[in-house]
């Protein structure tokens, strides 16, 4: 079973910063199949990114992702105030078929 | 749009089994797409509980299968989920979603279910 790692754990910033989210995974991912997702108190989880890198429907550009094999990050390059949340990776794992989250990393405002 | 509905009891018993349903429109859960189930215990991460597709054998985390069933229903276009022997660890909410691009694009608002006497 792969094990996703998520860091920082919390993370203070102030509106207009830039953030780099890690999820470090226990064996290689396909690109494919790592996804991120937003959290905020009281709601779903909002798909941000999929394929590693694909932005879903209605995301604003400022959310971007990359990496391959066991690195992966998000990076929000202008932090909004509706920006601070939790978020989350997710891998897909086929054989056998399997979804596992990290952890997850609280941004929060300095 | 695709929306997603979950509803069933908020309180069970444990040693009980916990039912839940998740209501589809916008989409056909006869169609192309996996439908899954997850949870988040309170103040926790999340957990995939399992997915199903109308004709293929449903997929369980491998950690909950022996309480696990899941099932679709063409006609209410509708899933549902069934977890046994509930205790407390298995208080949480539960969303229903939308699989695609091995992720999941569209949740339900979730419910919150309590396992206690």
């Known amino acids: 079973e792969i094990v996703l790692t998520q860091s920082p754990g919390t993370l203070s910033l102030s509106p207009g910063e830039r953030v780099t989210l890690s999820c470090r995974a226990s064996?290689?991912?396909?690109?494919?199949?790592l996804a991120w997702y937003q959290q905020k108190p009281g709601q779903a989880p909002r798909r941000l990114i999929y394929?590693?890198?694909s932005r879903a429907t209605g995301i604003p550009d400022r959310f971007s992702g990359s990496g391959s094999g066991t690195d992966f990050t998000l990076t929000i390059s202008r932090l909004e105030p509706e920006d601070f949340a939790v978020y989350y990776c997710?891998?897909?794992?086929?054989?056998?078929?399997?979804?596992?989250f990290g952890q997850g990393t609280k941004l929060e405002i300095k | 749009q695709v929306q997603l509905q979950e509803s069933g009891p908020g309180l069970v018993k444990p040693s009980g089994t916990l039912s839940l349903t998740c209501a589809v429109s916008g989409d056909s859960v006869s169609g192309t797409q996996w439908w899954s189930w997850v949870r988040q215990p309170p103040g926790k991460g999340l957990e995939w509980i399992g997915e199903i597709y109308h004709s293929e054998s449903p997929n369980y985390n491998p950690s909950l299968r022996s309480r696990v069933t899941m099932s679709l229903d063409k006609s209410t276009n509708q899933f549902s989920l069934k977890l046994s022997s509930v205790t407390a660890a298995d208080t949480a909410v539960y969303y229903c979603?939308?699989?695609?691009?091995?992720?999941?694009?569209?949740w339900g608002q979730g419910t919150t279910v309590t396992v206690s006497s």
């Open positions: 394929g590693a890198s």
């Open positions: 979603a939308r699989n695609t691009d091995y992720a999941m694009d569209f």
């Open positions: 064996q290689s991912v396909s690109s494919s199949y």
């Open positions: 997710q891998q897909y794992g086929s054989s056998p078929p399997v979804y596992t």
